[in-house]
């Protein structure tokens, strides 16, 4: 099977390449790339005035299998991802059971090869049961199939814990995602501490409670050598730590959820629980912190932390409804009208916070159009525009802030192994 994508704007960053080129796929492998190639191929894809990307890479999502199938499925989960433009998603642990053992991870993978379009690479749970008492079998884990290593959902308060987990990932060479919240500091918050916290009656989340572990953190990776990631980023502080670290020499990346780079608290207008997401979204002068970390390349990645829910769970108010949003299939759409057509980013940098770098931070063979590699391939139309209707999603989970929101950049195509799995 051949498939030659004609004249789309090839943004490559492995291979510094940012030009109109056509790309030649051979058996499901990147098998030419030049301008006008004169090839014979089964399928011909017209991708002028288009993006080309690897295909994208999303650190951090929750498929709720097993254990939550009501909120969202592994096969459901993944043709929202499809259709989001991402080739590679890394689920996060908190399912029921936690993906702790190696027959939870065994599942994982054996399910999504069953029924995913798309590459699943679980992330394996640092403690037993994420109850922060007992660490993990982390190498078997990684035998099966883990990518990482997180306790998303909660930090690990246990730092002795954590320090023997870090350790252990650095000796295996796999990374640690943190979800940074100092527990004994939330006490029933359900959105950012603050004037409008208080206006709407709810109780707030200070900057703090994500700022503390934060910092530890990157203390334990430092003396432990481990790669940390952190994830979902929301405070001015985080992006003030990270550059201090990366500029001593700490192993240390960071993400930014798209809600994050959009929403500040300003734009919670009643107690509706579309906009309760952990950590929340924070003050205006938060918001423009993250925005300037990702300008200047102090954050390294995009991701969407997609997080489905059952509608009767989001239907409570913000104090008792569930954390979380879904972002599978608006990430694309936010990012190129919040930041790319904003000249936050270039669509060049857009391809490697969302594909480049966390291949780079997983240590895994994509991420890149060079020839000889595998074709995962995402292609944009950036004029396109679509207003987010949350009845469009191939998601079980409706669960968005973004519901009627004007968006300009859309995905149109999405291969996996030289095979389109989702088209427009």
Known sequence: MTTLIKG????DPATKTDKVMDILIKDGIVAERGENLDAVADEIIEAEGCYVMPGLIDLHVHLREPGFEHKETIETGTKAMAKGGFTSVCPMPNTKPATDC???VKYVVDKAKEVSPINVLPVGAVTLGQAGKE???????KNAGICAISEDGKSVMDSGIYREAMKEAARLGIPVLA????INLVRGGAMNAGAKAEELGIKGISNAVEDIITARDIMIAKETGATLHLCHCSTKDSVRMIKEAKAEGIKVTGEVCPHHFT?????IKCDDSNYKMNPPVRSREDLEALIQGLADGTFDAISTDHAPHHADEKAKGMASAPFGIVGSETAVELTMTELVHKGVITPYQMAEKMSYNPAKILGIDKGSLDIGKIAD????????EHTITASEFVSKGKNTPFEGYKAKGVVVRTIVDGKTVYVL
């Open 377 to 384: 391939i995402t292609i944009i139309n950036p004029d396109m």
């Open 179 to 182: 979800h940074c919240e100092d």
């Open 263 to 267: 929403l500040c608290e300003d734009d």
């Open 135 to 141: 660490l993990t079998d982390i190498e078997a884990m």
């Open 8 to 11: 789309g704007r090839v943004l």
């Open 102 to 104: 190696v027959d939870v």
